[in-house]
Structures are given as C-alpha cells and as structure tokens.
C-alpha cells in the first residue's frame, strides 16, 4: 500500500504498532487514523534507527496520543531515500509541514 503525499509515494499507512526497525534514510509522518482517513501529526527524517522505541521516545509522542486518543489510531507511512543527505530529506520534510500544518509538528 501507498500513499500519495505532494508528489511523493510514501510506503503505508502501517498501525505504528507494526513497525519494527531497522529505518535507514527515510522521512517519514505519523498519522491519526479516523473516520475522515488519515491526519498527518508529524513529520520527520532520520538517518538510521535500529531502535524499537524510535516512536514512543519522540519528544512529540504525547501529542499525538493526545489527538489520536491512543496508540492503536497512530499509522506511519515512510519515504525511502537511501541515496539521499540530510539536508535533501529536511527539505522534503520542510515542504510536507508547509502544505499540511502537521497538528503536532513543533517549529
């Protein structure tokens, strides 16, 4: 399953509680999951994880507890780029909080 964000295809939605590391070289958005579809809380990148808590020791995942009501509404969908830098993914990132005000997104 895809999902079209701008002009990229992100990987999912996936429930947040399927993942499992590794991540490398990714941006990637923490949805909330209700009856209207899919609402972006946050979007990042990261160079690499192998970390299983990556999510739950984010600084913003009470945020998005807080608008999902718990975590079995949270979905992630992730970006590939193995071949990217920092500063390509950042942009990205940039470009996603620009046209979709991520609700949990601290600027």
Sequence with gaps: MTIQILHYEFLGPIKLSEWGPPMEKVVYIIFNQNK??????????????????????NDNFKCWIQHAGNEANLSLAILPLWESDE????????????????LCQVE
């Excluded at 579809?37 to 979007?43: A, E, H, I, T």
Aim: net charge neutral.
């Design 87 to 102: 500063p390509e993914r950042k942009r990205i990132v940039d470009k996603i909080i620009s046209k979709y005000r991520p």
């Design 36 to 57: 209207s579809g899919y609402v972006p809380l946050y979007v990042d990148e990261s160079e690499k994880t192998d970390q299983n808590d990556f999510f739950t020791q």
